[in-house]
């Protein structure tokens, strides 16, 4: 068990710098060059846990059929999400896009009801309503002021949930091995965001604190955070060690405080506050389902 909530707090601590970091790299380079390269770092991390533990083979087995579901469910939450994500981080604060992304739980319940045919319910109305409340919240008075930056992207941010919550809901539908899929997406992920890169031109100089960057959202984020994650989850209590997540934007909050200096402000904590809650009322609900059945 202590090795599960070690698996657990891993994953969790390197997700919470996932807005500090992406935010610093998205300071002098475009949203395609930090995902191509990050995703390349990914790719090859993948490649390496692949080969070591045997499941490179299993591509042998693979047909074009296969290939092609496992990008239709992978890419949503590796491309399109990373897209959606910087795209958004780059226009507000790194703050207040992690929070705003945190609506993916939620949109994992939406996309269950629509793809899954799990039963819609009053509860998770009430917490579809009250995430978008939060978000409303964390806008705050940029929502008042009507900044149009800040509400292009908290609407990508938005857009990266949707889009991450798809691939949630994908995933359950359908069975591949996770560490290969995720592999074969980061690689395909890399060359879109090549293709989308020369065809604009937009190219900047790499130093080595954008390598160190791009290994960290790569190596780290993308790829250990994730192979973690799905340990603790297999060797431990599902649900429990699923309520552990929710320290990570909380925890976010800390280093674009110390790192980027940006102020915690009143409306970011009630909207994140509101954004948890409907999360676990969502939660409430499936553990009621499961106590009836």
């Not at 692949?50 to 047909?63: A, D, F, H």
């Not at 703050?95 to 899954?116: D, G, H, K, R, T």
């Not at 991450?164 to 997406?185: D, P, R």
């Not at 280093?255 to 954004?275: C, M, N, Q, R």
Request: positive net charge; proline residues 2%.
């Amino acid at each position: 068990m202590k090795k599960t909530y070690v698996y657990a707090g891993v994953a969790i601590f390197i997700w919470s710098t996932l807005a500090t970091v992406s935010k610093l790299l998205l300071g002098t380079m475009s949203s395609y060059q930090v995902l191509m390269w990050s995703a390349l770092f990914a790719a090859l991390a993948l490649l390496v846990v692949n080969v070591i533990n045997g499941n490179i083979k299993l591509l042998k087995g693979y047909r074009i059929k296969d290939y092609l579901l496992t990008l239709f469910i992978c890419l949503p939450g590796t491309f399109i999400y990373y897209i959606f994500l910087y795209l958004g981080t780059a226009r507000m604060s790194a703050s207040q896009a992690f929070i705003i992304n945190y609506l993916w739980p939620i949109m994992s319940v939406l996309f269950a009801c629509i793809i899954l045919k799990e039963k819609l319910t009053a509860r998770k109305g009430i917490a579809f309503a009250l995430s978008f409340l939060g978000v409303l919240t964390v806008a705050g008075g940029d929502l008042l002021s009507f900044n149009v930056g800040t509400l292009l992207g908290a609407l990508l941010c938005m857009l990266a949930a949707v889009s991450y919550g798809a691939f949630t809901a994908l995933n359950q539908k359908w069975h591949y091995n996770e560490q290969v899929s995720l592999m074969l997406a980061f690689f395909v992920s890399f060359l879109l965001s090549l293709l989308f890169n020369a065809l604009t031109g937009d190219w900047t100089a790499i130093g080595v604190p954008h390598l160190l960057g791009f290994a960290w959202n790569g190596i780290f984020v993308m790829a250990v955070a994730t192979l973690t994650w799905a340990l603790a989850l297999k060797s431990g209590d599902t649900a429990r060690i699923s309520n552990l997540a929710y320290i990570t934007p909380f925890l976010s909050l800390v280093w674009t405080f110390f790192i980027l200096k940006e102020p915690i402000t009143p409306w970011s904590l009630i909207g994140l506050a509101v954004i948890v809650l409907g999360i676990f009322i969502q939660l409430k609900d499936k553990k009621a389902q499961k106590d009836a059945a």
